[in-house]
């Protein structure tokens, strides 16, 4: 048997690694270099190095300053129309006819009603017969008093007859008087049967309708008339605000209006102001037991007939003129529990709050009474450009007719996440939130 042969022990192979291995690799060490490189590159700014600043924003203001301001005041009023006519009925009868149109206009003397005159038409007739019956009496009584007169100067008759003749003749004369009256009566009742406006005005509606008797005992009420194209504004002011009001006067912290005329201007129960002013008339000298108000009343032109009487509106009048007063914006102003204040740029460009007194409304204006001083700049407008408090600000002069040029909703002249913003941040500054959404959705 022959011995088998081990076979001697070979070295393997090495494996065969794939073409692309070595591409992939050198591809890596090229991606690690080039890393290695730029972590070196975007290390720290060699020493001496100055940063980007980003400039300073804009923001409105406007310069405190001193002027006269008439002091406004906005009270709660009603309309009352300056004259009122009630048509009533005059006479006793059924109405047959009604003459104008429900709501429209009319004039002094025009026809309204037409009430049944058949009853009155017959008593001036019964009324003009007495008075003919009157004078027929007078008549006769006049000619017998004539005929007696020589004959009582003959002596032949009696004085006393005559006397009965002349006295007849005077009663005559007073039946005839009567009897004119009582035709002047009856037809002033025959008139009265057609009801005519008492003025000129707006008619409302009709409060009877035809075959409706009305009575002139109960004095029945037909229609009602007013005059409108000038109205009455009464409205109340509390009393302690007009002792008040004189005692600033008295002292000289305000002036009156010592011409009398003073504005009224009317503002409708949806905001907007009546585009003519009135006047303010009187102010009542008694006070309200129960309120401890004063009435005042206002006349106002109204020939558009905005203004209807019992309309609930308010009204503005300037009672006294402050002579050196202050007014801010209102969009200046920010008001909270602990009080106001606005935001002052200061000489080195940097916006400080400062806590303000500020008194009432006037317009769309604060009256700033303590805190500010003229000639100092109060930000109205950019305050959501101040992204960093305390850092300065480049103010520019803020007009109202320019703020309300600028269209709804535009986006700010340099926003965070403008090109121009992002490359004048600094470096390693943190991201804003619209420039890091922008970054997310690029992802």
């Not at 008593?123 to 004539?146: I, W």
């Not at 200046?332 to 200061?346: D, E, I, K, P, S």
Request: positive net charge.
């Amino acid at each position: 048997m022959s011995a088998s042969k081990t076979p001697s022990a070979q070295p393997l192979p090495a494996p065969r690694r794939p073409p692309h291995f070595l591409s992939w690799v050198a591809l890596s060490a090229a991606a690690l270099l080039l890393a290695a490189c730029g972590a070196k590159e975007g290390g720290a700014p060699p020493a001496g190095a100055a940063k980007a600043a980003p400039p300073p924003p804009e923001v409105g203001v406007v310069t405190v300053a001193e002027q006269k301001v008439a002091l406004q005041t906005e009270l709660p009023g009603r309309v009352e129309a300056v004259r009122v006519a009630q048509v009533r009925a005059r006479v006793t009868g059924v109405v047959q006819k009604r003459l104008f149109r429900e709501g429209s206009e009319v004039k002094a003397g025009q026809a309204l009603f037409e009430i049944d005159a058949a009853p009155y038409r017959a008593l001036l007739d019964s009324a003009q017969a007495s008075v003919a019956r009157a004078q027929a009496n007078l008549t006769q009584a006049a000619a017998q008093a004539e005929r007696f007169k020589p004959l009582v100067e003959a002596n032949a008759i009696s004085k006393q007859d005559y006397l009965n003749a002349v006295a007849a003749q005077k009663q005559a004369e007073a039946d005839v008087a009567n009897g004119k009256a009582s035709v002047q009566t009856a037809r002033i009742n025959l008139g009265y049967a057609r009801v005519t406006a008492p003025i000129s005005g707006r008619i409302g509606r009709a409060l009877v309708t035809e075959g409706a008797l009305v009575s002139s005992a109960e004095a029945t009420q037909l229609a009602l008339i007013q005059q409108t194209s000038t109205v009455y504004v009464n409205f109340t002011q509390s009393s302690s605000d007009v002792l008040r009001l004189r005692k600033a006067i008295a002292a000289g912290q305000l002036k009156s209006s010592a011409d009398g005329a003073i504005p009224v201007r009317v503002v409708l129960e949806d905001g907007s102001e009546l585009p003519r002013s009135g006047k303010l008339l009187f102010s009542d000298l008694t006070v309200d037991t129960t309120s401890g108000q004063i009435t005042l009343r206002a006349e106002v032109p109204n020939l558009e007939g905005i203004l209807l009487p019992g309309q609930y509106v308010r009204v503005r009048l300037s009672q006294a003129e402050l002579p050196a007063g202050i007014l801010l914006p209102q969009q200046a102003v920010t008001r909270t529990n602990q009080g106001a204040t606005v935001l002052v740029v200061g000489a080195d460009g940097k916006p400080a709050p400062r806590p303000v007194k500020i008194g009432s409304a006037q317009g769309t204006n604060w009256l700033v009474l303590e805190g500010v001083k003229p000639g100092e700049q109060v930000i109205v407008e950019g305050f959501q450009k101040m992204m960093v408090p305390g850092a300065p600000v480049k103010p520019m002069p803020w007009s109202k007719s320019a703020s309300s040029a600028a269209p709804a909703g535009s986006a700010p002249a340099a926003s965070a996440s403008s090109p121009a913003a992002s490359a004048s941040a600094p470096a390693g500054a943190p991201a804003s939130a619209p420039a890091a959404a922008s970054a997310a959705s690029a992802q």
